[in-house]
């Protein structure tokens, strides 16, 4: 399972930087065109950092878990990719509908803040599981 996460974490990684080229390119100049506003573009692109911010962060979670099998990093990393997928996940879609003629996506919106908070929850298990690491060590 563990290295189910490294290879998550360099899916993700790769992804998030091929997503970001084509934000910064491709859909740039389609904002210029006028097929994109700019709040699209800006939207794809804090989609793009919290993939790769998170990204990082599962990579983390790999190394220090890497010779323990400790449950919060494990469920942090399990939050961390479903937070990815939806949080970033449905700003790719919702930011790219006009483009790819597939207005019916607006349902997506109330996505968005769902996996913020799976982000948000990931980052609190971490938390836990030091919580947890100083009540061994005291």
Same mark, same amino acid.
């Given at each position: 399972? !563990? *290295? ?23 859909? !740039? ?7 994109? =506003? ?7 692109? =804090?989609? %793009? ?13 790999f190394f220090i878990n890497k ?6 990093? *494990? /469920?942090?990393? !399990?939050?961390?990719?479903?937070? /990815? ?12 509908? *006009?483009? %790819? ?9 109330? /996505? ?7 982000l948000v929850g990931g980052w609190i298990g971490i938390m ?9 060590? =005291?």
């Open positions: 399972m !563990k *290295n189910y996460f490294l290879g998550v974490a360099g899916f993700l990684g790769a992804s998030g930087v091929a997503l970001g080229a084509f934000g910064a390119h491709f859909l !740039k100049a389609k904002m210029l065109a006028g097929l994109i =506003t700019a709040d699209q573009l800006s939207a794809f692109d =804090t989609a %793009t950092k919290y993939q790769l911010f998170h990204a990082l962060a599962l990579l983390f979670l010779d323990n099998n400790l449950k919060w990093f *494990n /469920i942090s990393a !399990k939050l961390f990719i479903t937070g /990815i997928l939806l949080f970033s996940g449905s700003l790719y879609l919702l930011t790219t509908r *006009n483009l %790819t003629g597939i207005e019916a996506l607006s349902f997506l919106g109330p /996505i968005t803040p769902i996996g913020g908070l799976f836990v599981q030091a919580f947890q690491f100083n009540k061994i060590n =005291t």
